[in-house]
């Protein structure tokens, strides 16, 4: 069975959806037949992305959702489960960053992306695994961490403890939940080249970075397609259950 075949009608739930890798993510489901639910906060983005979407027949609804407020998070499962069935598929991809030295860095800083990346992911993941374990629907959470999660960088030192605590949030729930027929899995993206961050590829710093990368190159978007249908499949993840999956080049063991 194909994972194209494994998605036909399952229902998918994307946060983070707006741009970016979010909605290469929600892209990438539909075209392997899920109906997907694209959480963001900005709906003008979600509805042009749902649009694109239609155009190929895959079937989308935009769903605004604030993941740093859980009765927004709530609130948007329940109409996701209400237009679209039972959520099957949870792609937990929220998340912002800042740049800067530690000793720069301020509690509102912390905070911000502490609340997106940690708590919303948590939060998040809780209110869809509770739909999962109320409707006896076997389910497959990803959480998208980040290759800094294993392997730190300079000025982005929040951001690489929030992806960490990420890949433990992830083993976590992969032994709760298991029991329930939910396999709760982490990708780690290296990096990879999308439209945030395009242009800093062409400058002086994004160039001597890429240099030293194992194979003096960054990805893009599709080098993600096929580890994300793996763990978001059925029958062939189904004992791939809290694992940590690199996608990296080979980045976070050079």
């Known amino acids: 069975m194909s994972a194209t075949d494994n998605l036909q009608g399952c229902a998918a739930f994307v946060?983070?959806?707006s741009s970016g890798?979010?909605?290469?993510?929600?892209?990438?489901l539909a075209r392997a037949g899920a109906k997907v639910a694209l959480a963001a906060r900005r709906a003008d983005r979600l509805a042009a992305l749902a649009d694109r979407i239609a155009a190929f027949d895959g079937r989308a609804i935009p769903v605004v959702c604030d993941v740093t407020e859980p009765k927004s998070i709530r609130?948007?499962?329940?109409?996701?489960?209400?237009?679209?069935?039972?959520?099957?598929?949870?792609?937990?991809?929220s998340g912002i960053t800042v740049t800067k030295r530690i000793l720069d860095v301020t509690p509102a800083e912390f905070d911000g992306v502490m609340a997106t990346n940690v708590r919303g992911a948590f939060f998040t993941a809780q209110a869809v695994?509770?739909?999962?374990?109320?409707h006896e629907t076997p389910g497959r959470i990803v959480n998208i961490a980040s290759v800094l999660g294993l392997k730190p960088l300079a000025q982005v030192s929040v951001y690489a403890m929030s992806k960490a605590a990420m890949i433990q949030m992830t083993k976590a729930m992969a032994l709760e939940w298991g029991r329930h027929g939910i396999n709760v899995n982490c990708l780690c993206p290296g990096y990879i080249e999308t439209e945030m961050n395009a242009a800093y590829w062409q400058t002086e710093g994004g160039r001597k970075l890429m240099a030293l990368q194992p194979r003096r190159r960054i990805g893009t978007p599709a080098d993600l397609d096929a580890a994300l249908l793996l763990l978001a499949s059925g029958q062939p993840s189904r004992l791939i259950n809290g694992a940590v999956l690199a996608v990296d080049d080979g980045l976070s063991v050079s």
């Open 75 to 93: 609130a948007a499962v329940e109409t996701a489960e209400t237009e679209l069935g039972p959520i099957g598929i949870l792609v937990n991809n």
């Open 15 to 17: 946060t983070g959806a």
């Open 21 to 28: 890798l979010g909605a290469r993510f929600a892209e990438v």
């Open 129 to 134: 695994a509770e739909h999962m374990i109320r």
